[in-house]
């Protein structure tokens, strides 16, 4: 199934000209909020990006993935999984981005000059302090052009890519160069605004507006539009909050709002129509908005400086959620009321926080070592109530987008110093904090408290004073220490990350609650009047407020038509659950809008009962920390037409056999699955044998099943009960010929005058995976489990028996063999285990992809041997440097065995991996996490 497409449309310019230009692009169904993982790969960072990582991810609630760099040095793979998967890729281009991020290739409109001259265009020296070379307007044109064909030509044989991002945040790094007097060549870069630090005009000839023309325009097919980035342009003040004495001053919400006025009215000169140039409307479809508010107090404010400890949503912190809402509102007003608008805005709530290097330790020369003494207004970790309200308060104000960053952890280096480093809901290999311990514990993901700070010392586990932060979480007290245990160490890290994994545990829900809501949701803007949007109110309803309170947040919403009104509400507060609330709305504000005492509550998909005095409709709701909710006023005289609703949450799978309803959709092929997916009558009227169908779109359209529903109707007599039924799919066995990603789409038949039929389908992804030798014939997998009994020298039974230069084994590491090469120039064997007769020989004509997980001190070469059942022997050397252990633990193969070998066919009594580093005369570590040989 290919994502649907939307048609641009250049509005008439105001200046000179009206054009209309269409161009083609991939677009998220319209009905769909998407949620992007940002910082998802970046140049070579982007090969950890396979299909289960991405599977993952939309197991998640995720539709897609943000990646940077070159398409076809270091995209072109996670494009490839994309398409096969229906995701969906944001590209940040190195393309174009070099006309910005790169030292030796920058250019920038020199405004000091012409247009028609030939200094019209500049690029400094790396410094910004001279100016190295200028060239003429039509050598800029050349250059890009020639870069958005080259990007085009590359591009267009992928579905996935939705838009390209580029100059990340440039309003606020142009502003403040042009407010650092330290350069006057740095005030033009990124070539976007001019240099009117109010920020209030695009620069029709800069880079920016050139490159989204040419990108839209040069082909009639058209492809992905360009976007930009925003953050926040703002001073903090008073001048110290929290220990921080305030940065240099950058804005206000002002500026932020004339920023976003400009970018949304971005013009194209036209310098080849010659003067007087003609300007054409330009402006962009959406903007992307990082929006970072959560910080961490400084360590020393807090416990010698303030008179209580900073805690959870502490007034500290509620000071910075406010100071950043302001600036949300002054970003989202203006693209909400533009006469052209309004514009979407794809908002990146902050899920990532500092956690490690010299923003967090400071060197103590007493003890020769550092300690924690983390500064103030770096970021912190949200905790999952604080993330889920970061998300709701942006869906609050319009956002069509959510786009969490940053998926990935990083580190910022100069030179050989840590300046800090970054934890996101992933690990540095896209790898969950609490995933067993061999399958990180020698990969990317540095273990050291330096990069990841004790959870019993830092927010949002720990509070300064060591007492709880986070009301709602209870750290486990840390593994006793143990002298001479060799799993001290691995106890002591699954302690540490499995804090650290929370927050990627809690978003799964939190995008599930995005999911549901978003067939309405995404259609609706605030309801504006007299260009101020409208308010509802909303208050706490307990009989004693609570510490650390934070008042909620309402706004009206409603269509296109303005016939109906809508409110969304967010718990801002995210310190307790169960938080009781009284909302008010007053019908005579919304002429026209149907109100009764009763409300259709979109984030749980039934009617909610209220009550009415004077005109004044009133609903009294609970929401858990940062939770949201949706309501649409209806008239319970007139009703709701009936209108189906089914989002991809709502399918899941079951395996027959042990009746499991799978948390990850995935199975081995020829393991039976039963496809269900819940149906819901988002109307008060019934009804009768509505057809439901399963299909599968991985390629064709293939139908599977189909079923009959019925439904009752909502009820404003049976009020908070959904209206639901449950299709119930005929079972699926995947044979091999399914191995990898199936794609199914449930889909109910077309009713007459159903209000909005877009969400009437959504989709499952299904990962059918190969099946194992060991695990299926053997019923134990090679995954180097430790011996309960009649234990080795070498701790596993997945491996039969060792020769050569072995020694060493330690199993200071749970599921992984651990030895020592003492000569690892010679023929080092690992003979696993296969079984104890005939029935259990590998059948190489069945199994025959050979992989393994695994790293050597020194750069090893890996053979691989068998015996076959009639005595005669094979081997295949796997010499390619892509295909060695090395010192970083990784995934290798899968080795098609037949392929690289006519001899693998047949009957296989014996299998073993050699292993040999014939350049290094040193002991070697070899560490194997497991062994596969599948379909």
């Known amino acids: 199934m290919k994502l649907s497409t939307v048609v641009r449309n250049l509005f008439p310019a105001i200046i000179l000209l009206s054009v209309v230009s269409l161009a083609l692009a991939v677009a998220p169904p319209a009905n769909t909020i998407p949620i992007i993982s940002m910082k998802t790969g970046q140049g070579t960072s982007s090969f950890d990006i396979t299909m289960d990582v991405l599977c993952m991810l939309l197991w998640h609630n995720f539709d897609g993935i943000w990646v940077e760099g070159w398409l076809t040095l270091h995209q072109e793979e996670p494009a490839i999984l994309c398409d096969s998967a229906q995701a969906i890729m944001i590209l940040a281009p190195s393309n174009l981005l070099e006309l910005t991020n790169n030292t030796g290739l920058r250019w920038a409109r020199y405004t000091p000059y012409g247009i028609q001259t030939g200094s019209a265009f500049m690029h400094p020296d790396a410094e910004f302090h001279s100016i190295d070379s200028t060239v003429y307007s039509t050598s800029m044109l050349s250059n890009i052009e020639s870069r958005c064909s080259a990007l085009h030509d590359q591009s267009v044989e992928y579905d996935c890519i939705w838009y390209y991002d580029i100059f990340n945040e440039a309003a ?302 209870s750290l486990p007290s840390r593994p006793v220490n143990v002298p001479g245990s060799q799993r001290n160490i691995e106890n002591y890290q699954l302690w540490k990350f499995d804090a650290y994994g929370r927050l990627w545990n809690s978003v799964r829900g939190t995008f599930r609650q995005i999911a549901w809501v978003a067939p309405e949701l995404s259609r609706l803007w605030w309801w504006f009047t007299d260009r101020n949007y409208s308010r509802a109110t909303i208050e706490y309803d307990g009989a004693i407020l609570p510490q650390y309170f934070a008042e909620p947040h309402i706004r009206v919403f409603t269509d296109s038509t303005e016939s109906t009104c809508y409110l969304f509400y967010v718990n801002r507060f995210c310190r307790e659950d169960g938080n009781p609330f009284e909302i008010e709305v007053d019908a005579d504000d919304f002429s026209g809008a149907p109100f009764s005492e009763y409300a259709l509550d979109h984030s749980r998909r039934f009617i909610i009962e209220g009550s009415e005095t004077s005109g004044v409709f009133t609903f009294l709701d609970t929401l858990d920390a940062g939770e949201a909710r949706l309501l649409q006023m209806f008239d319970d005289d007139t009703g709701l037409p009936a209108d189906l609703r089914i989002t991809d949450p709502d399918i899941f799978v079951v395996i027959p056999a042990d009746g499991d309803t799978l948390t990850v959709n995935t199975s081995v092929a020829g393991t039976p699955f039963d496809p269900y ?84 389908s959504a989709t499952l992804v299904y990962m059918v995976r190969p099946g194992d030798y060991a695990t299926e014939i053997l019923d134990d997998p090679w995954d180097m489990t430790e011996a309960t009994s009649s234990i080795p020298a070498w701790y596993t039974n997945d491996i039969d028996t060792l020769t050569g230069c072995w020694g060493g084994y330690t199993d200071s590491i749970s599921g992984m063999f651990e030895g020592v090469l003492s000569n690892p120039t010679t023929a080092n064997a690992l003979y696993l285990n296969t079984g104890t007769g005939s029935s259990d020989y590998i059948d190489a004509d069945r199994f025959h992809n050979l992989s393994l997980a695994g790293m050597s001190e020194t750069k090893t070469v890996i053979t691989v041997h068998w015996l076959d059942s009639h005595e005669n022997t094979g081997y295949i050397a796997l010499t390619n440097p892509a295909d060695t252990l090395r010192s970083v633990a990784a995934d290798l193969g899968p080795w098609d065995l037949t392929s690289l070998s006519g001899s693998w066919t047949g009957d296989m009594q014996m299998f073993w991996l050699q292993f040999t580093s014939p350049n290094s005369m040193s002991p070697a570590d070899v560490r194997i996490g497991w062994v596969k040989l599948t379909e």
């Not at 991985?698 to 639901?724: A, K, N």
């Open 172 to 473: 606020a790094w142009q502003l403040a160069y042009m407010l650092n007097d330290s350069s006057a060549y740095d005030d033009y870069f990124p070539s976007v605004f001019s240099q009117d630090t109010n920020m209030t005009e695009v620069l029709p000839a800069g880079i920016f507006s050139w490159v989204k023309w040419k990108s839209d325009t040069l082909y009639a097919a058209g492809g992905p539009t360009v976007s930009c980035c925003f953050s926040m342009l703002h001073t903090i003040e008073p001048y110290e909050w929290a220990g921080y004495p305030g940065g240099t001053p950058l804005g206000n919400p002002h500026t932020q709002a004339n920023s976003v006025r400009a970018y949304f009215e971005t013009h194209y000169l036209d310098y080849p129509s010659g003067f007087p140039y003609n300007e054409y409307d330009n402006f962009p479809e959406h903007l992307d908005l990082n929006t970072y508010p959560v910080r961490l107090a400084g360590y020393y404010w807090q416990t010698e400086v303030a008179d209580s400890i900073t805690v959870l949503g502490s007034a500290t912190d509620l000071w910075m959620l406010e100071h950043y809402e302001e600036l949300m509102d002054s970003t989202f007003i203006p693209a909400g009321i533009d006469e052209d608008g309004p514009f979407p805005i794809h908002y990146h709530p902050q899920a990532f926080g500092r956690t490690g290097g010299e923003a967090i330790f400071v060197y103590d020369s007493v003890s020769a070592d550092t300690i924690l003494q983390y500064g103030p207004y770096h970021y912190r970790i949200p905790s999952p109530a604080e993330f889920r309200m970061l998300c709701n308060i942006g869906l609050l104000r319009g956002a069509k987008g959510v786009f969490p960053y940053s998926i990935r952890s990083y580190s910022g280096w100069k030179d050989d110093t840590l300046l800090h480093h970054d934890t996101g809901l992933l690990d540095e290999d896209l790898i969950p904090f609490d995933a067993p311990y061999e399958d990180w514990v020698y990969r990317e993901r540095p273990v050291g408290d330096y990069y990841y700070a004790p959870p019993d010392s830092i927010p949002p586990w720990t509070a300064a004073d060591d007492s709880q932060f986070d009301p709602l979480y």
């Open 677 to 760: 997916a819940w149906v819901y009558n988002m109307g008060t009227e019934p009804l009768s044998n509505i057809k439901v169908y399963l299909e599968d779109i991985t390629t064709d359209t293939t139908l599977i099943d189909s079923v009959y529903l019925s439904f009752s109707g909502l009820s404003t007599g049976s009020c908070y009960q959904t209206d639901r039924e449950l299709a119930s799919f005929r079972t699926i066995t995947p044979d091999t010929s399914d191995i990898g990603v199936n794609i199914f789409r449930v889909y109910t038949e077309r009713i007459q005058d159903e209000p909005d039929p877009s969400d009437n």
